[in-house]
């Protein structure tokens, strides 16, 4: 099958429209409606199911899709593997990541890999904890940091622990000096929380029902900048992951201190990799790289018992 045609094919299907992926390939859309015509005529079957939003994927042409990615993928490693030979002088690593890792731990790990490696590029995606293993899944990016309740399947994790949550407030707070909180106790403060479809949120709510208690929160936001706005400006206190929080360079601006509660400490944070997939020689010493600034940052960060 022509390289050409199968790029075509799973630009479409990434973005379920022809005329989308002639946006992204700057290819004229009857090209890719030639070439994807020419799939289906050499196979014999219909690639695509033709709807009035767009266009998904037949059973053959998710079949199809499976071969393409693992086809890209290998080839990316065959370059990879003869860029070896210059060590880590050269390369992109894709990255994917929740907000909560994107904020600061991520920059602050690639920064610090880039003054050993200066010749590597990184592109990183910020998104929603279910994207980002979709996009791991299907060999869009190299690494995903996410949190889930639960091992996500067709993934390989590289790492996995508990991701505690933790009240953030300003740094000159009444509660700030505390060593931990009880819910009762953030309850009773004005909240600023993240939407509940963050697993923050979730943990969050899934707990205070299991203590019984109430929380009516005085701001919501999917913006978590703008969370942190307002606390530090004394608004209220917020929850947020202590790999958002616990680094050097939030210590003059807001306090963390742990939760206390049911469930608490039931969500996961994972690195992720595509199940399969040798990594880059790049990608695999960052994934190395961001695992370690993460138990660095969890030995420094005290447990609610502690």
Not at 272 to 290: C, I, T
């Given at each position: 099958m022509h390289g050409t045609a199968l790029r075509y094919f799973m630009e479409v299907v990434r973005t379920g429209s022809i005329a989308e992926a002639s946006i992204r390939l700057n290819v004229a859309g009857s090209a890719i409606s030639r070439q994807i015509g020419k799939l289906e005529a050499d196979l014999g079957v219909e690639l695509f199911e033709r709807r009035p939003r767009g266009m998904v994927p037949s059973q053959a042409g998710e079949l199809l899709a499976?071969?393409?990615?693992?086809?890209?993928?290998?080839?990316?490693?065959?370059?990879?593997?003869?860029?070896?030979?210059?060590?880590?002088?050269?390369?992109?690593?894709?990255?994917?990541?929740?907000?909560?890792?994107?904020?600061?731990?991520?920059?602050?790990?690639?920064?610090?890999?880039?003054?050993?490696?200066?010749?590597?590029?990184?592109?990183?995606?910020?998104?929603?904890?279910?994207?980002?293993?979709?996009?791991?899944?299907?060999?869009?990016?190299?690494?995903?940091?996410?949190f889930t309740f639960a091992p996500e399947p067709d993934v390989r994790i590289i790492a996995a622990g508990r991701a505690q949550i933790v009240a953030v407030m300003a740094r000159h707070h009444p509660l700030a000096a505390r060593a931990a909180l009880s819910l009762a106790e953030l309850a009773s403060e004005p909240l600023a929380l993240p939407e509940k479809d963050t697993t923050a949120r979730q943990i969050f709510d899934i707990a205070c029902g299991l203590a019984g208690v109430t929380v009516e929160p005085v701001l919501e936001s999917n913006y978590i900048a703008g969370l942190w706005s307002f606390v530090e400006m004394g608004g209220g206190l917020t929850i947020a992951s202590a790999f958002t929080v616990h680094t050097r360079s939030t210590q003059d601006r807001v306090a963390s201190v742990p939760i206390t509660g049911p469930a608490v400490d039931q969500r996961r944070y994972e690195v992720?990799?595509?199940?399969?997939?040798?990594?880059?020689?790049?990608?695999?010493?960052?994934?190395?790289?961001?695992i370690a600034a993460i138990d660095e940052l969890l030995a420094a960060f005290p447990s609610p018992g502690d």
């Open positions: 499976r071969h393409a990615r693992r086809t890209f993928l290998e080839a990316e490693a065959v370059a990879h593997d003869l860029q070896r030979l210059r060590g880590l002088a050269t390369g992109v690593v894709r990255v994917a990541a929740t907000e909560g890792f994107g904020m600061i731990l991520l920059p602050a790990a690639i920064r610090s890999f880039r003054e050993q490696h200066p010749g590597i590029r990184f592109e990183l995606k910020v998104t929603a904890p279910g994207a980002v293993t979709r996009l791991v899944r299907g060999g869009d990016v190299d690494i995903g940091l996410t992720q990799a595509m199940l399969g997939r040798r990594l880059p020689d790049a990608a695999e010493a960052f994934a190395v790289h961001v």
